[in-house]
């Protein structure tokens, strides 16, 4: 077998020695490492499926010829790229064996040209598997770590403190951009923690309409607020036991960050209305897409709630600065499309891979997680195996692209959305949860100065 396998390695498999020697010369001088063979069994006896490389080989030879090479090696690895190579009398089957999965054919006689572009297209293809494949691997390898994705130093040094923070039992602050997966760290920091089998109660401080807050978050007692005789539990009680993020922390109203700073202090909450505080045991979580020092500092939030919160801090970095981790997400996001969308694998193109290192990335991993779930869809729409599977996926990727460039054009408003789109807004929430569509990601782009922005699915 062999031992080492180079990106540009070339089986070439002739018996007419004359044309061997001329060819491996040739390859050679192109800077390939050629390994030639006279015959198809010594060739298929250093073939594997860790080939970086690509086969070359003649049709008709004596006891084993190429078509059952080409068959032999699909069992081996059905995706390693096989070019035949034929007199101009075979040339039907050499078509046939195109649709049983060789990957070219040239006739005799051919021009080193042509062979060599034939090669190197093979070459590209084989490396964005083999790149594939090892992403995969990466991804299966790491997933001891939990759903937090990424190698780089800067994520390494996240999900170790994660687990450190997680035994410590501690609140947290949790700060990054929009987009950068702060909830799945705040969930981790539950997960991996003594409380993992307590509730994880998470609240959009972003969400909370102004009039209503402090009822959501503190609850109330009984005939304390107009037009209800019975009383409700908050969602601070009901994570008792267990965590509570409050993400987005920074967009809560003064009058309940001072409320919610005596929970932080005394662990007691006092419903609206009710005549004492109930105790409760749990761990905060907050997160902030903005400086929540700076805005402290600047008299946007409650200094004192600040520095309770800021004792224990976690910084989750954007994708622009996790470059190496850029492929490893999109691989792991596509593998999940193929999943939820029913498709087979999918393999990278090196255009898709050009622009997950050149684009900036503003909506971070859920902007290049949508893009992962537009390019499944696009790709297998534009090759699907049957009629109905392609309509259907045609008409997915139209629906998207409407409703996704819709919501770039109104910034992540739905309600203008619909207006754009004239359908109701029922409608519209059910295709963007079916789509896994964010309108989060517009909003969070509409926010950041320059950049272009490409979205999809996101779920």
């Known amino acids: 077998m062999m031992t080492s396998d180079t990106a540009q390695t070339v089986v ?48 008709r030879m004596p006891r084993m010829d190429g078509l ?40 005799k ?17 084989r490396g964005l598997l083999i790149e594939n494949r090892r992403l995969k691997a990466t991804i299966a390898a790491s997933e001891g770590d939990g759903p937090m994705i990424g190698q780089c130093d800067a994520m390494a040094e996240v999900k170790a403190t994660i687990r450190q923070l997680a035994q410590a039992d501690v609140d947290v602050l949790i700060e990054g951009e929009s987009g950068t997966g702060k909830e799945l760290g705040a969930l981790l ?3 991996l923690g003594p409380r993992r089998a307590r509730p994880f109660i998470a609240v959009n401080c972003a969400a909370l ?22 009383s409700r539990t908050g969602q601070i009680a009901t994570a008792n036991g267990g965590t ?44 902030s897409r903005i400086d929540l020092a700076e805005a402290a500092a600047a008299g946007r939030f409650r200094e004192d709630l600040y520095h309770r919160l800021a004792v224990t801090r976690l ?64 790709f297998h729409g534009a090759t699907g195996g049957g009629d109905e599977q392609d309509l259907a996926s045609r008409v997915a990727e139209f629906e998207i692209t409407v409703i996704t460039d819709a919501l770039r054009a109104t910034r992540g408003s739905v309600t203008r959305a619909m207006d754009v789109l004239k359908i109701p807004r029922k409608t519209l929430y ?30």
Not at 213 to 225: K, Q, R
């Open 12 to 59: 070439f498999v002739e018996d007419d020695e004359p044309l061997r020697r001329a060819t491996t010369q040739a390859l050679e001088l192109a800077g390939f490492s050629v390994r030639s063979f006279a015959g198809a069994e010594q060739a298929l006896a250093v073939i594997s499926a860790r080939l970086d490389g690509v086969v070359v080989s003649d049709i």
């Open 68 to 107: 059952q090479l080409l068959r032999a090696i699909r069992e081996i690895d059905g995706d390693l790229p096989v070019i035949l190579v034929t007199g101009h009398g075979d040339v039907p089957m050499a078509v046939s064996a195109l649709h049983d999965g060789a990957f070219d054919f040239l006739t």
């Open 109 to 125: 006689p051919f021009s080193t040209d042509h062979l060599i572009a034939a090669i190197n297209r093979a070459l590209e293809r």
């Open 189 to 191: 920091l539950h997960r």
């Open 209 to 230: 309409p102004p009039d209503t807050a402090a009822i959501e978050l503190f609850g109330h007692a009984a005939n304390a607020v107009p037009h209800t005789r019975t």
């Open 244 to 287: 509570l993020l409050l993400d987005d922390i920074d967009t809560l109203a003064p009058a309940v960050q001072t409320a919610l700073l005596r929970v932080i202090e005394e662990r007691e909450v006092q419903p609206i209305g009710a005549e004492r505080a109930d105790a409760v045991n749990l761990r905060v979580v907050a997160t």
């Open 315 to 378: 910084r989750l970095p954007p994708v622009r600065e996790r470059d190496q981790d850029r492929m490893l997400l999109f691989a792991f996001f596509a593998e999940q499309a193929c999943a939820q969308f029913a498709r087979a694998d999918y393999t990278m193109t090196d255009l898709e891979r050009s622009r997950l290192l050149m684009h900036h990335w503003p909506g971070n991993v859920r902007e290049l997680r949508n893009y992962a779930f537009e390019r499944v869809l696009a």
């Open 430 to 459: 059910y295709k963007m949860t079916r789509y896994g569509i964010d309108p989060d990601v517009f909003r969070s782009q509409a926010r950041q100065d320059g950049g272009t922005f490409t979205a999809g699915p996101n779920r």
